[in-house]
């Protein structure tokens, strides 16, 4: 069955520190892969997708994500966080169809 | 920007009752989801709705319905509610054409069943 997970339940950061989330899926064949993010109070919004071509993907706010085919990964990254990154983020994935399979979600806390 | 629209933000119903979720969006998009979001499980797919008139079964169907009379709007029924459905729910709605389409979100009602 198609899945996407997330290791990263809860992770705990002080301003400036690099990040890296995890994501990795279950998929065969073409891929689409989003990372959301849901800040306090607030509706989920887009960070960043990927559909095809160049495999490190730009997102706002600073964000990038590196799909890895090889590793069926899909890992989130930003190399400075700020307190206004503390939210939320999912990992969502589709192949073949409209629906998104979303991951369990990581917890970011970032402390001044 | 797409603005999708849920009419209450926070609900508390009994249990037994008979709840409407209502979700509206402006964008014209064929496609609407209905999510629970729970702690440590993510979000997850009730129904969907690819056209007016049309649903099909997410993950976690049971004890739920839908409706899609008109194309802005996708409604969630709890049929007869009960405390394991409380819960944070979400609507979103995605452009038909073809399966890299993004889905917006709405800001979510959260449902207390007491």
């Known amino acids: 069955a198609q899945s996407v997970s997330q290791h990263n339940h809860h992770v705990i950061l002080s301003e400036a520190a690099s990040l890296e989330l995890g994501c990795n899926y279950s998929?065969?064949?073409?891929?689409?892969l989003f990372w959301y993010v849901q800040y306090p109070g607030q509706h989920l919004q887009l960070l960043l997708k990927?559909?095809?071509?160049?495999?490190l993907v730009k997102g706002i706010k600073g964000f990038e994500a590196e799909f890895i085919k090889s590793k069926f990964s899909f890992n989130l990254r930003k190399p400075s966080v700020q307190w206004s990154d503390t939210a939320e983020y999912f990992c969502?994935?589709?192949?073949?169809?409209?629906?998104?399979?979303f991951g369990t979600g990581t917890r970011l806390q970032v402390f001044p | 920007d797409v603005k999708v629209t849920q009419s209450s933000r926070y609900l508390v119903k009994r249990t037994g009752e008979k709840v409407f979720l209502e979700c509206v969006q402006d964008?014209?998009?064929?496609?609407m989801f209905w999510y629970r979001q729970d702690p440590g499980l993510g979000l997850r797919l009730i129904y969907f709705?690819?056209?007016?008139?049309?649903?099909e079964k997410g993950d976690i169907p049971e004890g739920y319905s839908v409706s899609r009379e008109k194309k802005e709007r996708f409604s969630l029924i709890l049929e007869s509610a009960s405390t394991n459905q409380t819960s944070m729910y979400l609507c979103?709605?995605?452009?038909?054409?073809?399966?890299?389409?993004?889905?917006?979100f709405g800001d979510g009602t959260r449902l207390s069943i007491l």
């Open positions: 979103a709605s995605s452009r038909g054409q073809g399966i890299h389409q993004p889905q917006h």
């Open positions: 998929y065969g064949g073409t891929v689409n």
């Open positions: 990927y559909f095809s071509g160049d495999p």
């Open positions: 969502a994935g589709s192949a073949y169809t409209d629906k998104l399979i």
């Open positions: 964008m014209d998009h064929e496609n």
């Open positions: 709705s690819y056209d007016v008139k049309m649903k």
